[in-house]
C-alpha cells in the first residue's frame, strides 16, 4: 500500500492515535517503537479496541486481518501528515526558540480565536511524533494553523519544516538550553534558525524580536519580517508597565493589558502574540481581552494560592537562561518573604556542573527566607542551602514548615516533576 492509498483510508477515519489507551473505535493505530516500549506487540490490542486499521513494521505482528505492514511505521506517520498538510492551503505558523515557545503559542491561539478559526499544538506535541499527530488533528475549515516545534540537536528543526512546509514563522529567542545536543550557544542559533532559513527559501514571513540583536542576522533575507520590540520603528513596539507581581504590560497597539502572567521575560511573548494577530487584522479590543484572560495551565508559570501562601509553579521546563530570568524576577518582587525551590536542569552535558554552580552563585546575591536545591545535579556543590535528592523529599520538608505571607517559586526540568512538592 502506497502512502495515497492510505491516505485515502486515513480520510475516512481522521483520527490517528499511537496509544491504544486513548484509542476509539474507528482510530487508526500506528505501532511505534523506542527504546523501551514496541508498539508492534499493541497491535491485537488496537484491533480489538475497534482500530480501523493497525500500521505495524514488524512482520511478526503482520499476519492479523487489519494490519499493514511497512518498513518503519514513525516514517510512515510523518510521510502521512505531509500529505495532508499539503492538502491545506491556509497560514501555518511554526514556533521554535529555547523559552517561551508554548506560552507564545498559547497566547497566539486566544488572540486569533476571536476572529479566526485557528487550531494549535495541543499541550507539548512538539517533537518527532507530536508533530505528525497535531498535523493529522487539523480539519477542514480551519482558517490559521500554530504549531509549535522543540528540538534538541542541529537537524531536527529542518526536519519539522519539511512536514509542516510553515508559510509563517517566530522564533522566541535563541537561550542557553540543550546544550548536550547542540553542543554551544552557536550550536543552538543554527538548530532553532533552521525555521528561519526554511522561511528564506520559500518565501515566508517571520516575525522577528528586534531587541535580540542576533536576530538581525538569522532574519536576513526571509522575504517579509514583521519586527516588534521595545524600541520606536517596530511593527509593534511595547514595554513593561508593572513587573510583578503579575505583569502589566503596554503596546502602541492595544494600550495597557493586566495578565496573569508572572515576570517581565513574558513581556516578548505577548509582543509575538500582538504582532501576529495585528498582521492577521485582529482588532486591538479583542486582543486584549485575550491576553488579560488567558491564564498559564500546565504547571507553566502557574499563580497558585495556599492560604496565606502564594506559589508560583514553574516546573514544564528549566534550562540556565530560563531559570535566572525567573529568579532574578522573583528577587526584585516588593515581598517581605520569599522561598527558593529549584530542581535540577538536565541535557546541559559537560556545562551541567558550570552551570548549576553558576546558579548557585545568581542565587547567593539576594536574601531568602529558604533555598531548596533539589536533585544530584546540585549535589556536592558547595553552597549554604537545603539539598533535597529529589521532588517527594522537598515536599516532605515544606510541608514541615509553617510559612505565612510567603511567595515560594518551584522550578526544575521537566523530568525532576516538580510539581511533586505541592503534593
Request: proline fraction near 4%; charged fraction near 20%; charge should be negative.
Amino acid at each position: 500500500m502506497d502512502i495515497q492509498e492510505l491516505y485515502s483510508l486515513y480520510r475516512q477515519h481522521p483520527s490517528v492515535r499511537t496509544d491504544t489507551r486513548k484509542l476509539k473505535p474507528g482510530d487508526l493505530f500506528f505501532a511505534l517503537k523506542g527504546p523501551h516500549f514496541n508498539g508492534n506487540s499493541f497491535a491485537a490490542a488496537a484491533l480489538e479496541k475497534g482500530a480501523s486499521l493497525v500500521v505495524v513494521d514488524d512482520p511478526a505482528f503482520a499476519g492479523l486481518s487489519g494490519t499493514i505492514l511497512v518498513e518503519d511505521s514513525l516514517k510512515t506517520l510523518q510521510e502521512l501528515a505531509s500529505v495532508h498538510r499539503k492538502s491545506f492551503s491556509f497560514p501555518f505558523l511554526a514556533i521554535t526558540g529555547s523559552n517561551g515557545k508554548t506560552t507564545t503559542k498559547e497566547l497566539i491561539r486566544e488572540v486569533l480565536s476571536s476572529s479566526v478559526k485557528v487550531f494549535a499544538t495541543e499541550g507539548n506535541l512538539n517533537n518527532h511524533i507530536g508533530i505528525p499527530l497535531t498535523l493529522l488533528s487539523i480539519l477542514p475549515g480551519t482558517e490559521v494553523a500554530v504549531i509549535e516545534m522543540g528540538a534538541n540537536h542541529e537537524g531536527e528543526i529542518a526536519s519539522y519544516c519539511r512536514m509542516v512546509d510553515p508559510t509563517h514563522g517566530i522564533i522566541t529567542n535563541c537561550g542557553v538550553a540543550h546544550l548536550e545536543g547542540f553542543g554551544s550557544e552557536e550550536g543552538i542559533r543554527r538548530g532553532k534558525g533552521e525555521l528561519f532559513d526554511y522561511l528564506k527559501g520559500h518565501g515566508g514571513t517571520a516575525f522577528v524580536c528586534r531587541d535580540f540583536g542576533y536576530f538581525a542576522e538569522m532574519a536576513e533575507g526571509i522575504p517579509e519580517r514583521f519586527w516588534y520590540g521595545t524600541g520606536p520603528g517596530n511593527f509593534v513596539q511595547g514595554h513593561i508597565l508593572e513587573p510583578a507581581p503579575l505583569l502589566t504590560a503596554g503596546t502602541d497597539y492595544t494600550g495597557s493589558m493586566h495578565t496573569r502572567l508572572f515576570g517581565g521575560y513574558n513581556l516578548y511573548n505577548i509582543l509575538a502574540a500582538v504582532s501576529v494577530a495585528k498582521y492577521f487584522k485582529i482588532p486591538p479590543a479583542a486582543i486584549k481581552a485575550a491576553v488579560e484572560g488567558y491564564a498559564p495551565q500546565n504547571h507553566r508559570s502557574q499563580v497558585i494560592t495556599r492560604g496565606s501562601n502564594t506559589i508560583i509553579l514553574d516546573s514544564y521546563n528549566a534550562n540556565p537562561t530560563s531559570m535566572k530570568l525567573a529568579i532574578g524576577e522573583f528577587a526584585t518582587m516588593q515581598v517581605s518573604r520569599k522561598v527558593l525551590i529549584l530542581g535540577s536542569m538536565m541535557e546541559l552535558g559537560a556545562s551541567s556542573r558550570k552551570e548549576h554552580e553558576s546558579l548557585v552563585e545568581l542565587i547567593s546575591t539576594w536574601h531568602w527566607e529558604a533555598v531548596v536545591l533539589t536533585g544530584k545535579e546540585f549535589e556536592g556543590l558547595s553552597h549554604p542551602y537545603i539539598f533535597q535528592p529529589d521532588a517527594a523529599a522537598a515536599m516532605a520538608w515544606l510541608e514541615k514548615q509553617h510559612f505565612e505571607n510567603t511567595w515560594i517559586l518551584v522550578k526544575g526540568s521537566r523530568s525532576m516533576a516538580m510539581e511533586k512538592v505541592l503534593g
